[in-house]
């Protein structure tokens, strides 16, 4: 079993919709929480950064963890064509020694106009 | 915001030649970098974690003297792809985690044809 799990998709959604990106994670020592925006043939760029439980709100992107049932999740509001990439989520324990990032496989996001 | 430049941005060798890869830290010092791998459609493979001043550290089943790492200054990581092959070209992402914050930003990527 993987340490986290993401739906590859692909996922495609009417410009406008709510869209909601999930993953799932096995590690309990996880406790920072990331999402990660990835347009083609580009690096990653940070969405989203969370620790341990709760929501986050920024602008159109709304990120929640819920460590009891170790799942977290990305909302799109009033999604744009623009919002249209690869979404990886990612995690981290609590060591920042060499601490490494754990990905998700990523989720591919279409806006329809 | 943090910024971390990556180059080339796309690079096509001959099998047998070597490329190296640059990622540089522009506005914050990174003792610590990461290069990762990623296939098509494909989530991001760790490689190696770069120390800088000391030798990589290797993920398993990466060849430590195919992909040689370099990390001299706190701002500047190279890795260099040795005798490519076909099978070596992929998208070449590097990451270094700034050591104020600990935050980590991704370079724009290196994609390696080998040909």
């Known amino acids: 079993q993987k340490e986290v799990e993401q739906d590859p998709g692909p996922l495609s959604v009417p410009e406008g919709a709510i869209v909601s990106l999930n993953c799932t994670y096995s590690n309990s020592a996880f406790q920072y929480f990331m999402w990660y925006r990835q347009y083609s043939r580009k690096g990653p760029e940070l969405l989203m950064y969370?620790?341990?439980?709760g929501n986050k709100e920024d602008g159109r992107f709304t990120a929640q963890v819920d460590k009891s049932s170790k799942y977290i999740s990305l909302f799109i509001r009033d999604s744009q064509p623009s919002d249209s990439a690869t979404y990886l989520c990612?995690?981290?324990?609590?060591?920042?020694?060499?601490?490494?990032?754990?990905f998700g496989t990523g989720t591919r996001l279409t806006i329809i106009p | 915001g943090a910024v971390v430049s990556q180059h080339p941005s796309r690079v096509i060798c001959k099998s047998g030649t070597s490329v190296k890869i640059e990622c540089r830290s522009l506005d914050f010092q990174a003792t610590t970098m990461f290069w990762y791998r990623q296939f098509p459609k494909q989530s991001l493979m760790l490689m190696a974690t770069s120390n800088e001043g000391s030798k990589a550290t290797y993920e398993q089943g990466v060849e430590k003297d195919k992909f040689l790492i370099n990390h001299a200054s706190l701002t500047l990581s190279t890795l260099t792809v040795t005798s490519a092959h076909p099978e070596d070209s992929s998208f070449y992402i590097c990451s270094a985690r700034d050591d104020s914050n600990y935050g980590y930003t991704f370079g724009s990527g290196t994609r390696l044809t080998v040909v």
């Open positions: 990612a995690m981290m324990r609590p060591n920042f020694g060499n601490e490494k990032l754990t």
């Open positions: 969370t620790y341990s439980s």
